[in-house]
């Protein structure tokens, strides 16, 4: 997973995000994710890494939804298999971001939204900053993101 600058080609059709499109219960839980993913904000990069030592993008989203009791398969691409595709206009906390980086033919990186206002926001690894938050207003992540799923209805 290379590190760039990224945007999301879909930070324009976004629609009008409250929380109100959550249950009272699925909200929670997401907040928890979200919460527990931001547990490991700044720790370094490690390819197959899974703990606070150092994490790869799959293993941050994971480990955070192993935390609250989710199981996810452990490599991006096989994340991307999970839950359902839901439009990009959809977008909410909690869902999961699937890129196709560095010219790869398949979803290579992912990251969980952890906002959603003008710009769609998630917590992901890079290789060279570790875990941090970026935005899809970055060029990079705009032209390579492919697919939106969500995993908590």
């Known amino acids: 997973m290379s590190v760039g600058v990224m945007s999301c080609k879909s ?10 499109s959550f249950t009272k219960a699925s ?3 997401v907040i928890q994710l979200i919460d527990e993913a ?28 192993k935390k609250i009791n989710i199981s996810l398969p452990r490599k991006s691409i096989d ?7 839901i439009s990009f206009n959809d977008v909410r906390k909690g869902d ?8 790869k033919l398949e979803i290579n990186h992912v990251g969980l939204v952890t906002d ?11 290789n060279q900053l570790g875990v941090i938050i970026s935005s899809t207003k970055e060029a ?11 995993i908590i209805d």
């Open 96 to 103: 999961l971001l699937f890129f196709k980086t560095n010219n």
């Open 27 to 29: 909200y929670k839980t």
């Open 38 to 65: 931001k547990t490991y904000l700044g720790i370094t990069y490690k390819a197959g890494g899974t703990d606070y030592r150092g994490l790869d993008c799959s293993g941050l989203v994971f480990i955070a939804f």
């Open 140 to 150: 990079y992540y705009a032209k390579t993101l492919v697919q939106v799923n969500r």
């Open 79 to 85: 994340m991307s298999k999970s839950g359902r595709i």
């Open 116 to 126: 959603v206002d003008d710009d769609i926001k998630f917590i992901h690894t890079s």
């Open 11 to 20: 930070t324009s059709r976004l629609h009008s995000y409250t929380d109100n």
